[in-house]
């Protein structure tokens, strides 16, 4: 992994809005997920997963989303920036997609989030910019679905996290998994 990979922006929003507002300092908490965001918690706080069953555990503390999208969308004529698409943590330099589940992300001098899953996209996506659902969605090769819209991840050790922090990959141990919606 790039060894320049870093914290572009941190967002939180304390209620369920679709975007979030981006922040100097956001602290994750170890085991809960963003202090003062809606989706923080030990349980499910998706408005349609807390519908179907609120005791499941929340494997979407923290959302995260790759610069090189926004600059991506922009491209193709959207205005996106920082939290637009409810991310709290905006990376550059680092292939969020093609992490393995278990990777554990070291955010600063003492967060570490490691990686659940793949965020899937939604129509809300498309109730803040139309067309934007089907921009962040693509093809493999292979003619397979590709979600870009972030990863979601767990708080493993909590910290604050700020723009322009590091960010350090570390590999979980025996085989690697692809990335599924969580």
Same mark, same amino acid.
């Given at each position: 992994?790039?060894?320049?990979?870093?914290?572009?922006?941190?967002?939180?929003?304390?209620?369920?809005?679709?975007?979030?507002?981006?922040?100097?300092?956001?602290?994750?908490?170890?085991?809960?997920?963003?202090?003062?965001?809606?989706?923080?918690?030990?349980?499910?706080?998706?408005?349609?997963?807390?519908?179907?069953?609120?005791?499941?555990?929340?494997?979407?503390?923290?959302? =995260? $989303?790759?610069?090189?999208?926004?600059?991506?969308?922009?491209?193709? !004529?959207?205005? *996106? /920036?920082? #939290? &637009?698409?409810?991310?709290?943590?905006?990376?550059?330099?680092?292939?969020?997609?093609?992490?393995?589940?278990?990777?554990?992300?070291?955010?600063?001098?003492?967060?570490?989030?490691?990686?659940?899953?793949?965020?899937?996209?939604?129509?809300?996506?498309?109730?803040?910019?139309?067309?934007?659902?089907?921009?962040?969605?693509?093809?493999?090769?292979?003619?397979? =679905? $590709?979600?870009?819209?972030?990863?979601?991840?767990?708080?493993?050790? !909590?910290?604050? *996290? /700020?723009? #322009? &922090?590091?960010?350090?990959?570390?590999?979980?141990?025996?085989?690697?998994?692809?990335?599924?919606?969580?």
């Amino acid at each position: 992994m790039p060894g320049d990979a870093a914290v572009a922006a941190v967002s939180l929003s304390g209620t369920h809005t679709f975007s979030k507002s981006n922040q100097d300092v956001i602290r994750l908490l170890a085991g809960l997920g963003v202090e003062g965001d809606a989706h923080m918690g030990v349980t499910v706080k998706h408005r349609s997963r807390v519908a179907r069953d609120p005791s499941r555990p929340n494997l979407r503390q923290v959302h =995260l $989303v790759h610069e090189e999208l926004h600059d991506e969308l922009r491209s193709a !004529g959207f205005a *996106v /920036r920082a #939290g &637009d698409m409810g991310e709290n943590v905006t990376t550059r330099g680092l292939d969020l997609l093609g992490l393995p589940v278990g990777a554990r992300l070291h955010l600063g001098e003492t967060a570490v989030v490691e990686i659940t899953g793949l965020r899937n996209p939604c129509l809300q996506l498309d109730g803040f910019q139309d067309g934007l659902l089907k921009a962040v969605l693509g093809r493999d090769e292979d003619g397979g =679905l $590709v979600r870009k819209a972030g990863i979601m991840g767990i708080v493993i050790e !909590g910290g604050e *996290v /700020r723009p #322009g &922090d590091p960010i350090v990959v570390e590999l979980p141990a025996g085989p690697l998994n692809r990335l599924e919606p969580v």
